[in-house]
Nanobody, 115 residues
Framework: QVQLVESGGDLVQAGGSLRLSCAAS????????MAWHRQAPGRQRELVAA???????NFADSVKGRFTISRDNAKNTVYLQMNSLSPEDTAVYYC?????????WGQGTQVTVSS
């Protein structure tokens, strides 16, 4: 069973930055891709950013130019660097990994951006 543990969520002022981390219990190189999703109160969970096994990345339009996703295979960790945060970025952020048709989820980390 793959386990994913997120960390780094916090309360930050608008315009600030945060870096989220997702530590996996397995070698992340085996995953087809890893991603960050988020869910704000009363809204559906949405994809924020993803990175494939080959390192290809993609981002939601709402975060392009502000967020970056990266991976450290040696540490089995994926990161989400978030800059120029706005209150609209407030949500629980979830890490996900995709392997053999199965999606694994972390427990989530809260990001709150104050205006």
């Amino acid at each position: 069973q793959v386990q994913l543990v997120e960390s780094g969520g916090d309360l930050v002022q608008a315009g600030g930055s945060l870096r989220l981390s997702c530590a996996a219990s397995e070698n992340i190189f085996i995953f087809n891709a890893m991603a960050w999703h988020r869910q704000a109160p009363g809204r559906q969970r949405e994809l924020v950013a993803a990175i494939t096994q080959s390192g290809t990345t993609n981002f939601a339009d709402s975060v392009k130019g502000r967020f970056t996703i990266s991976r450290d295979n040696a540490k089995n960790t994926v990161y989400l660097q978030m800059n120029s945060l706005s209150p609209e970025d407030t949500a629980v952020y979830y890490c996900a990994s995709y392997y053999l048709g199965i999606t694994y989820w972390g427990q989530g980390t809260q990001v709150t951006v104050s205006s």
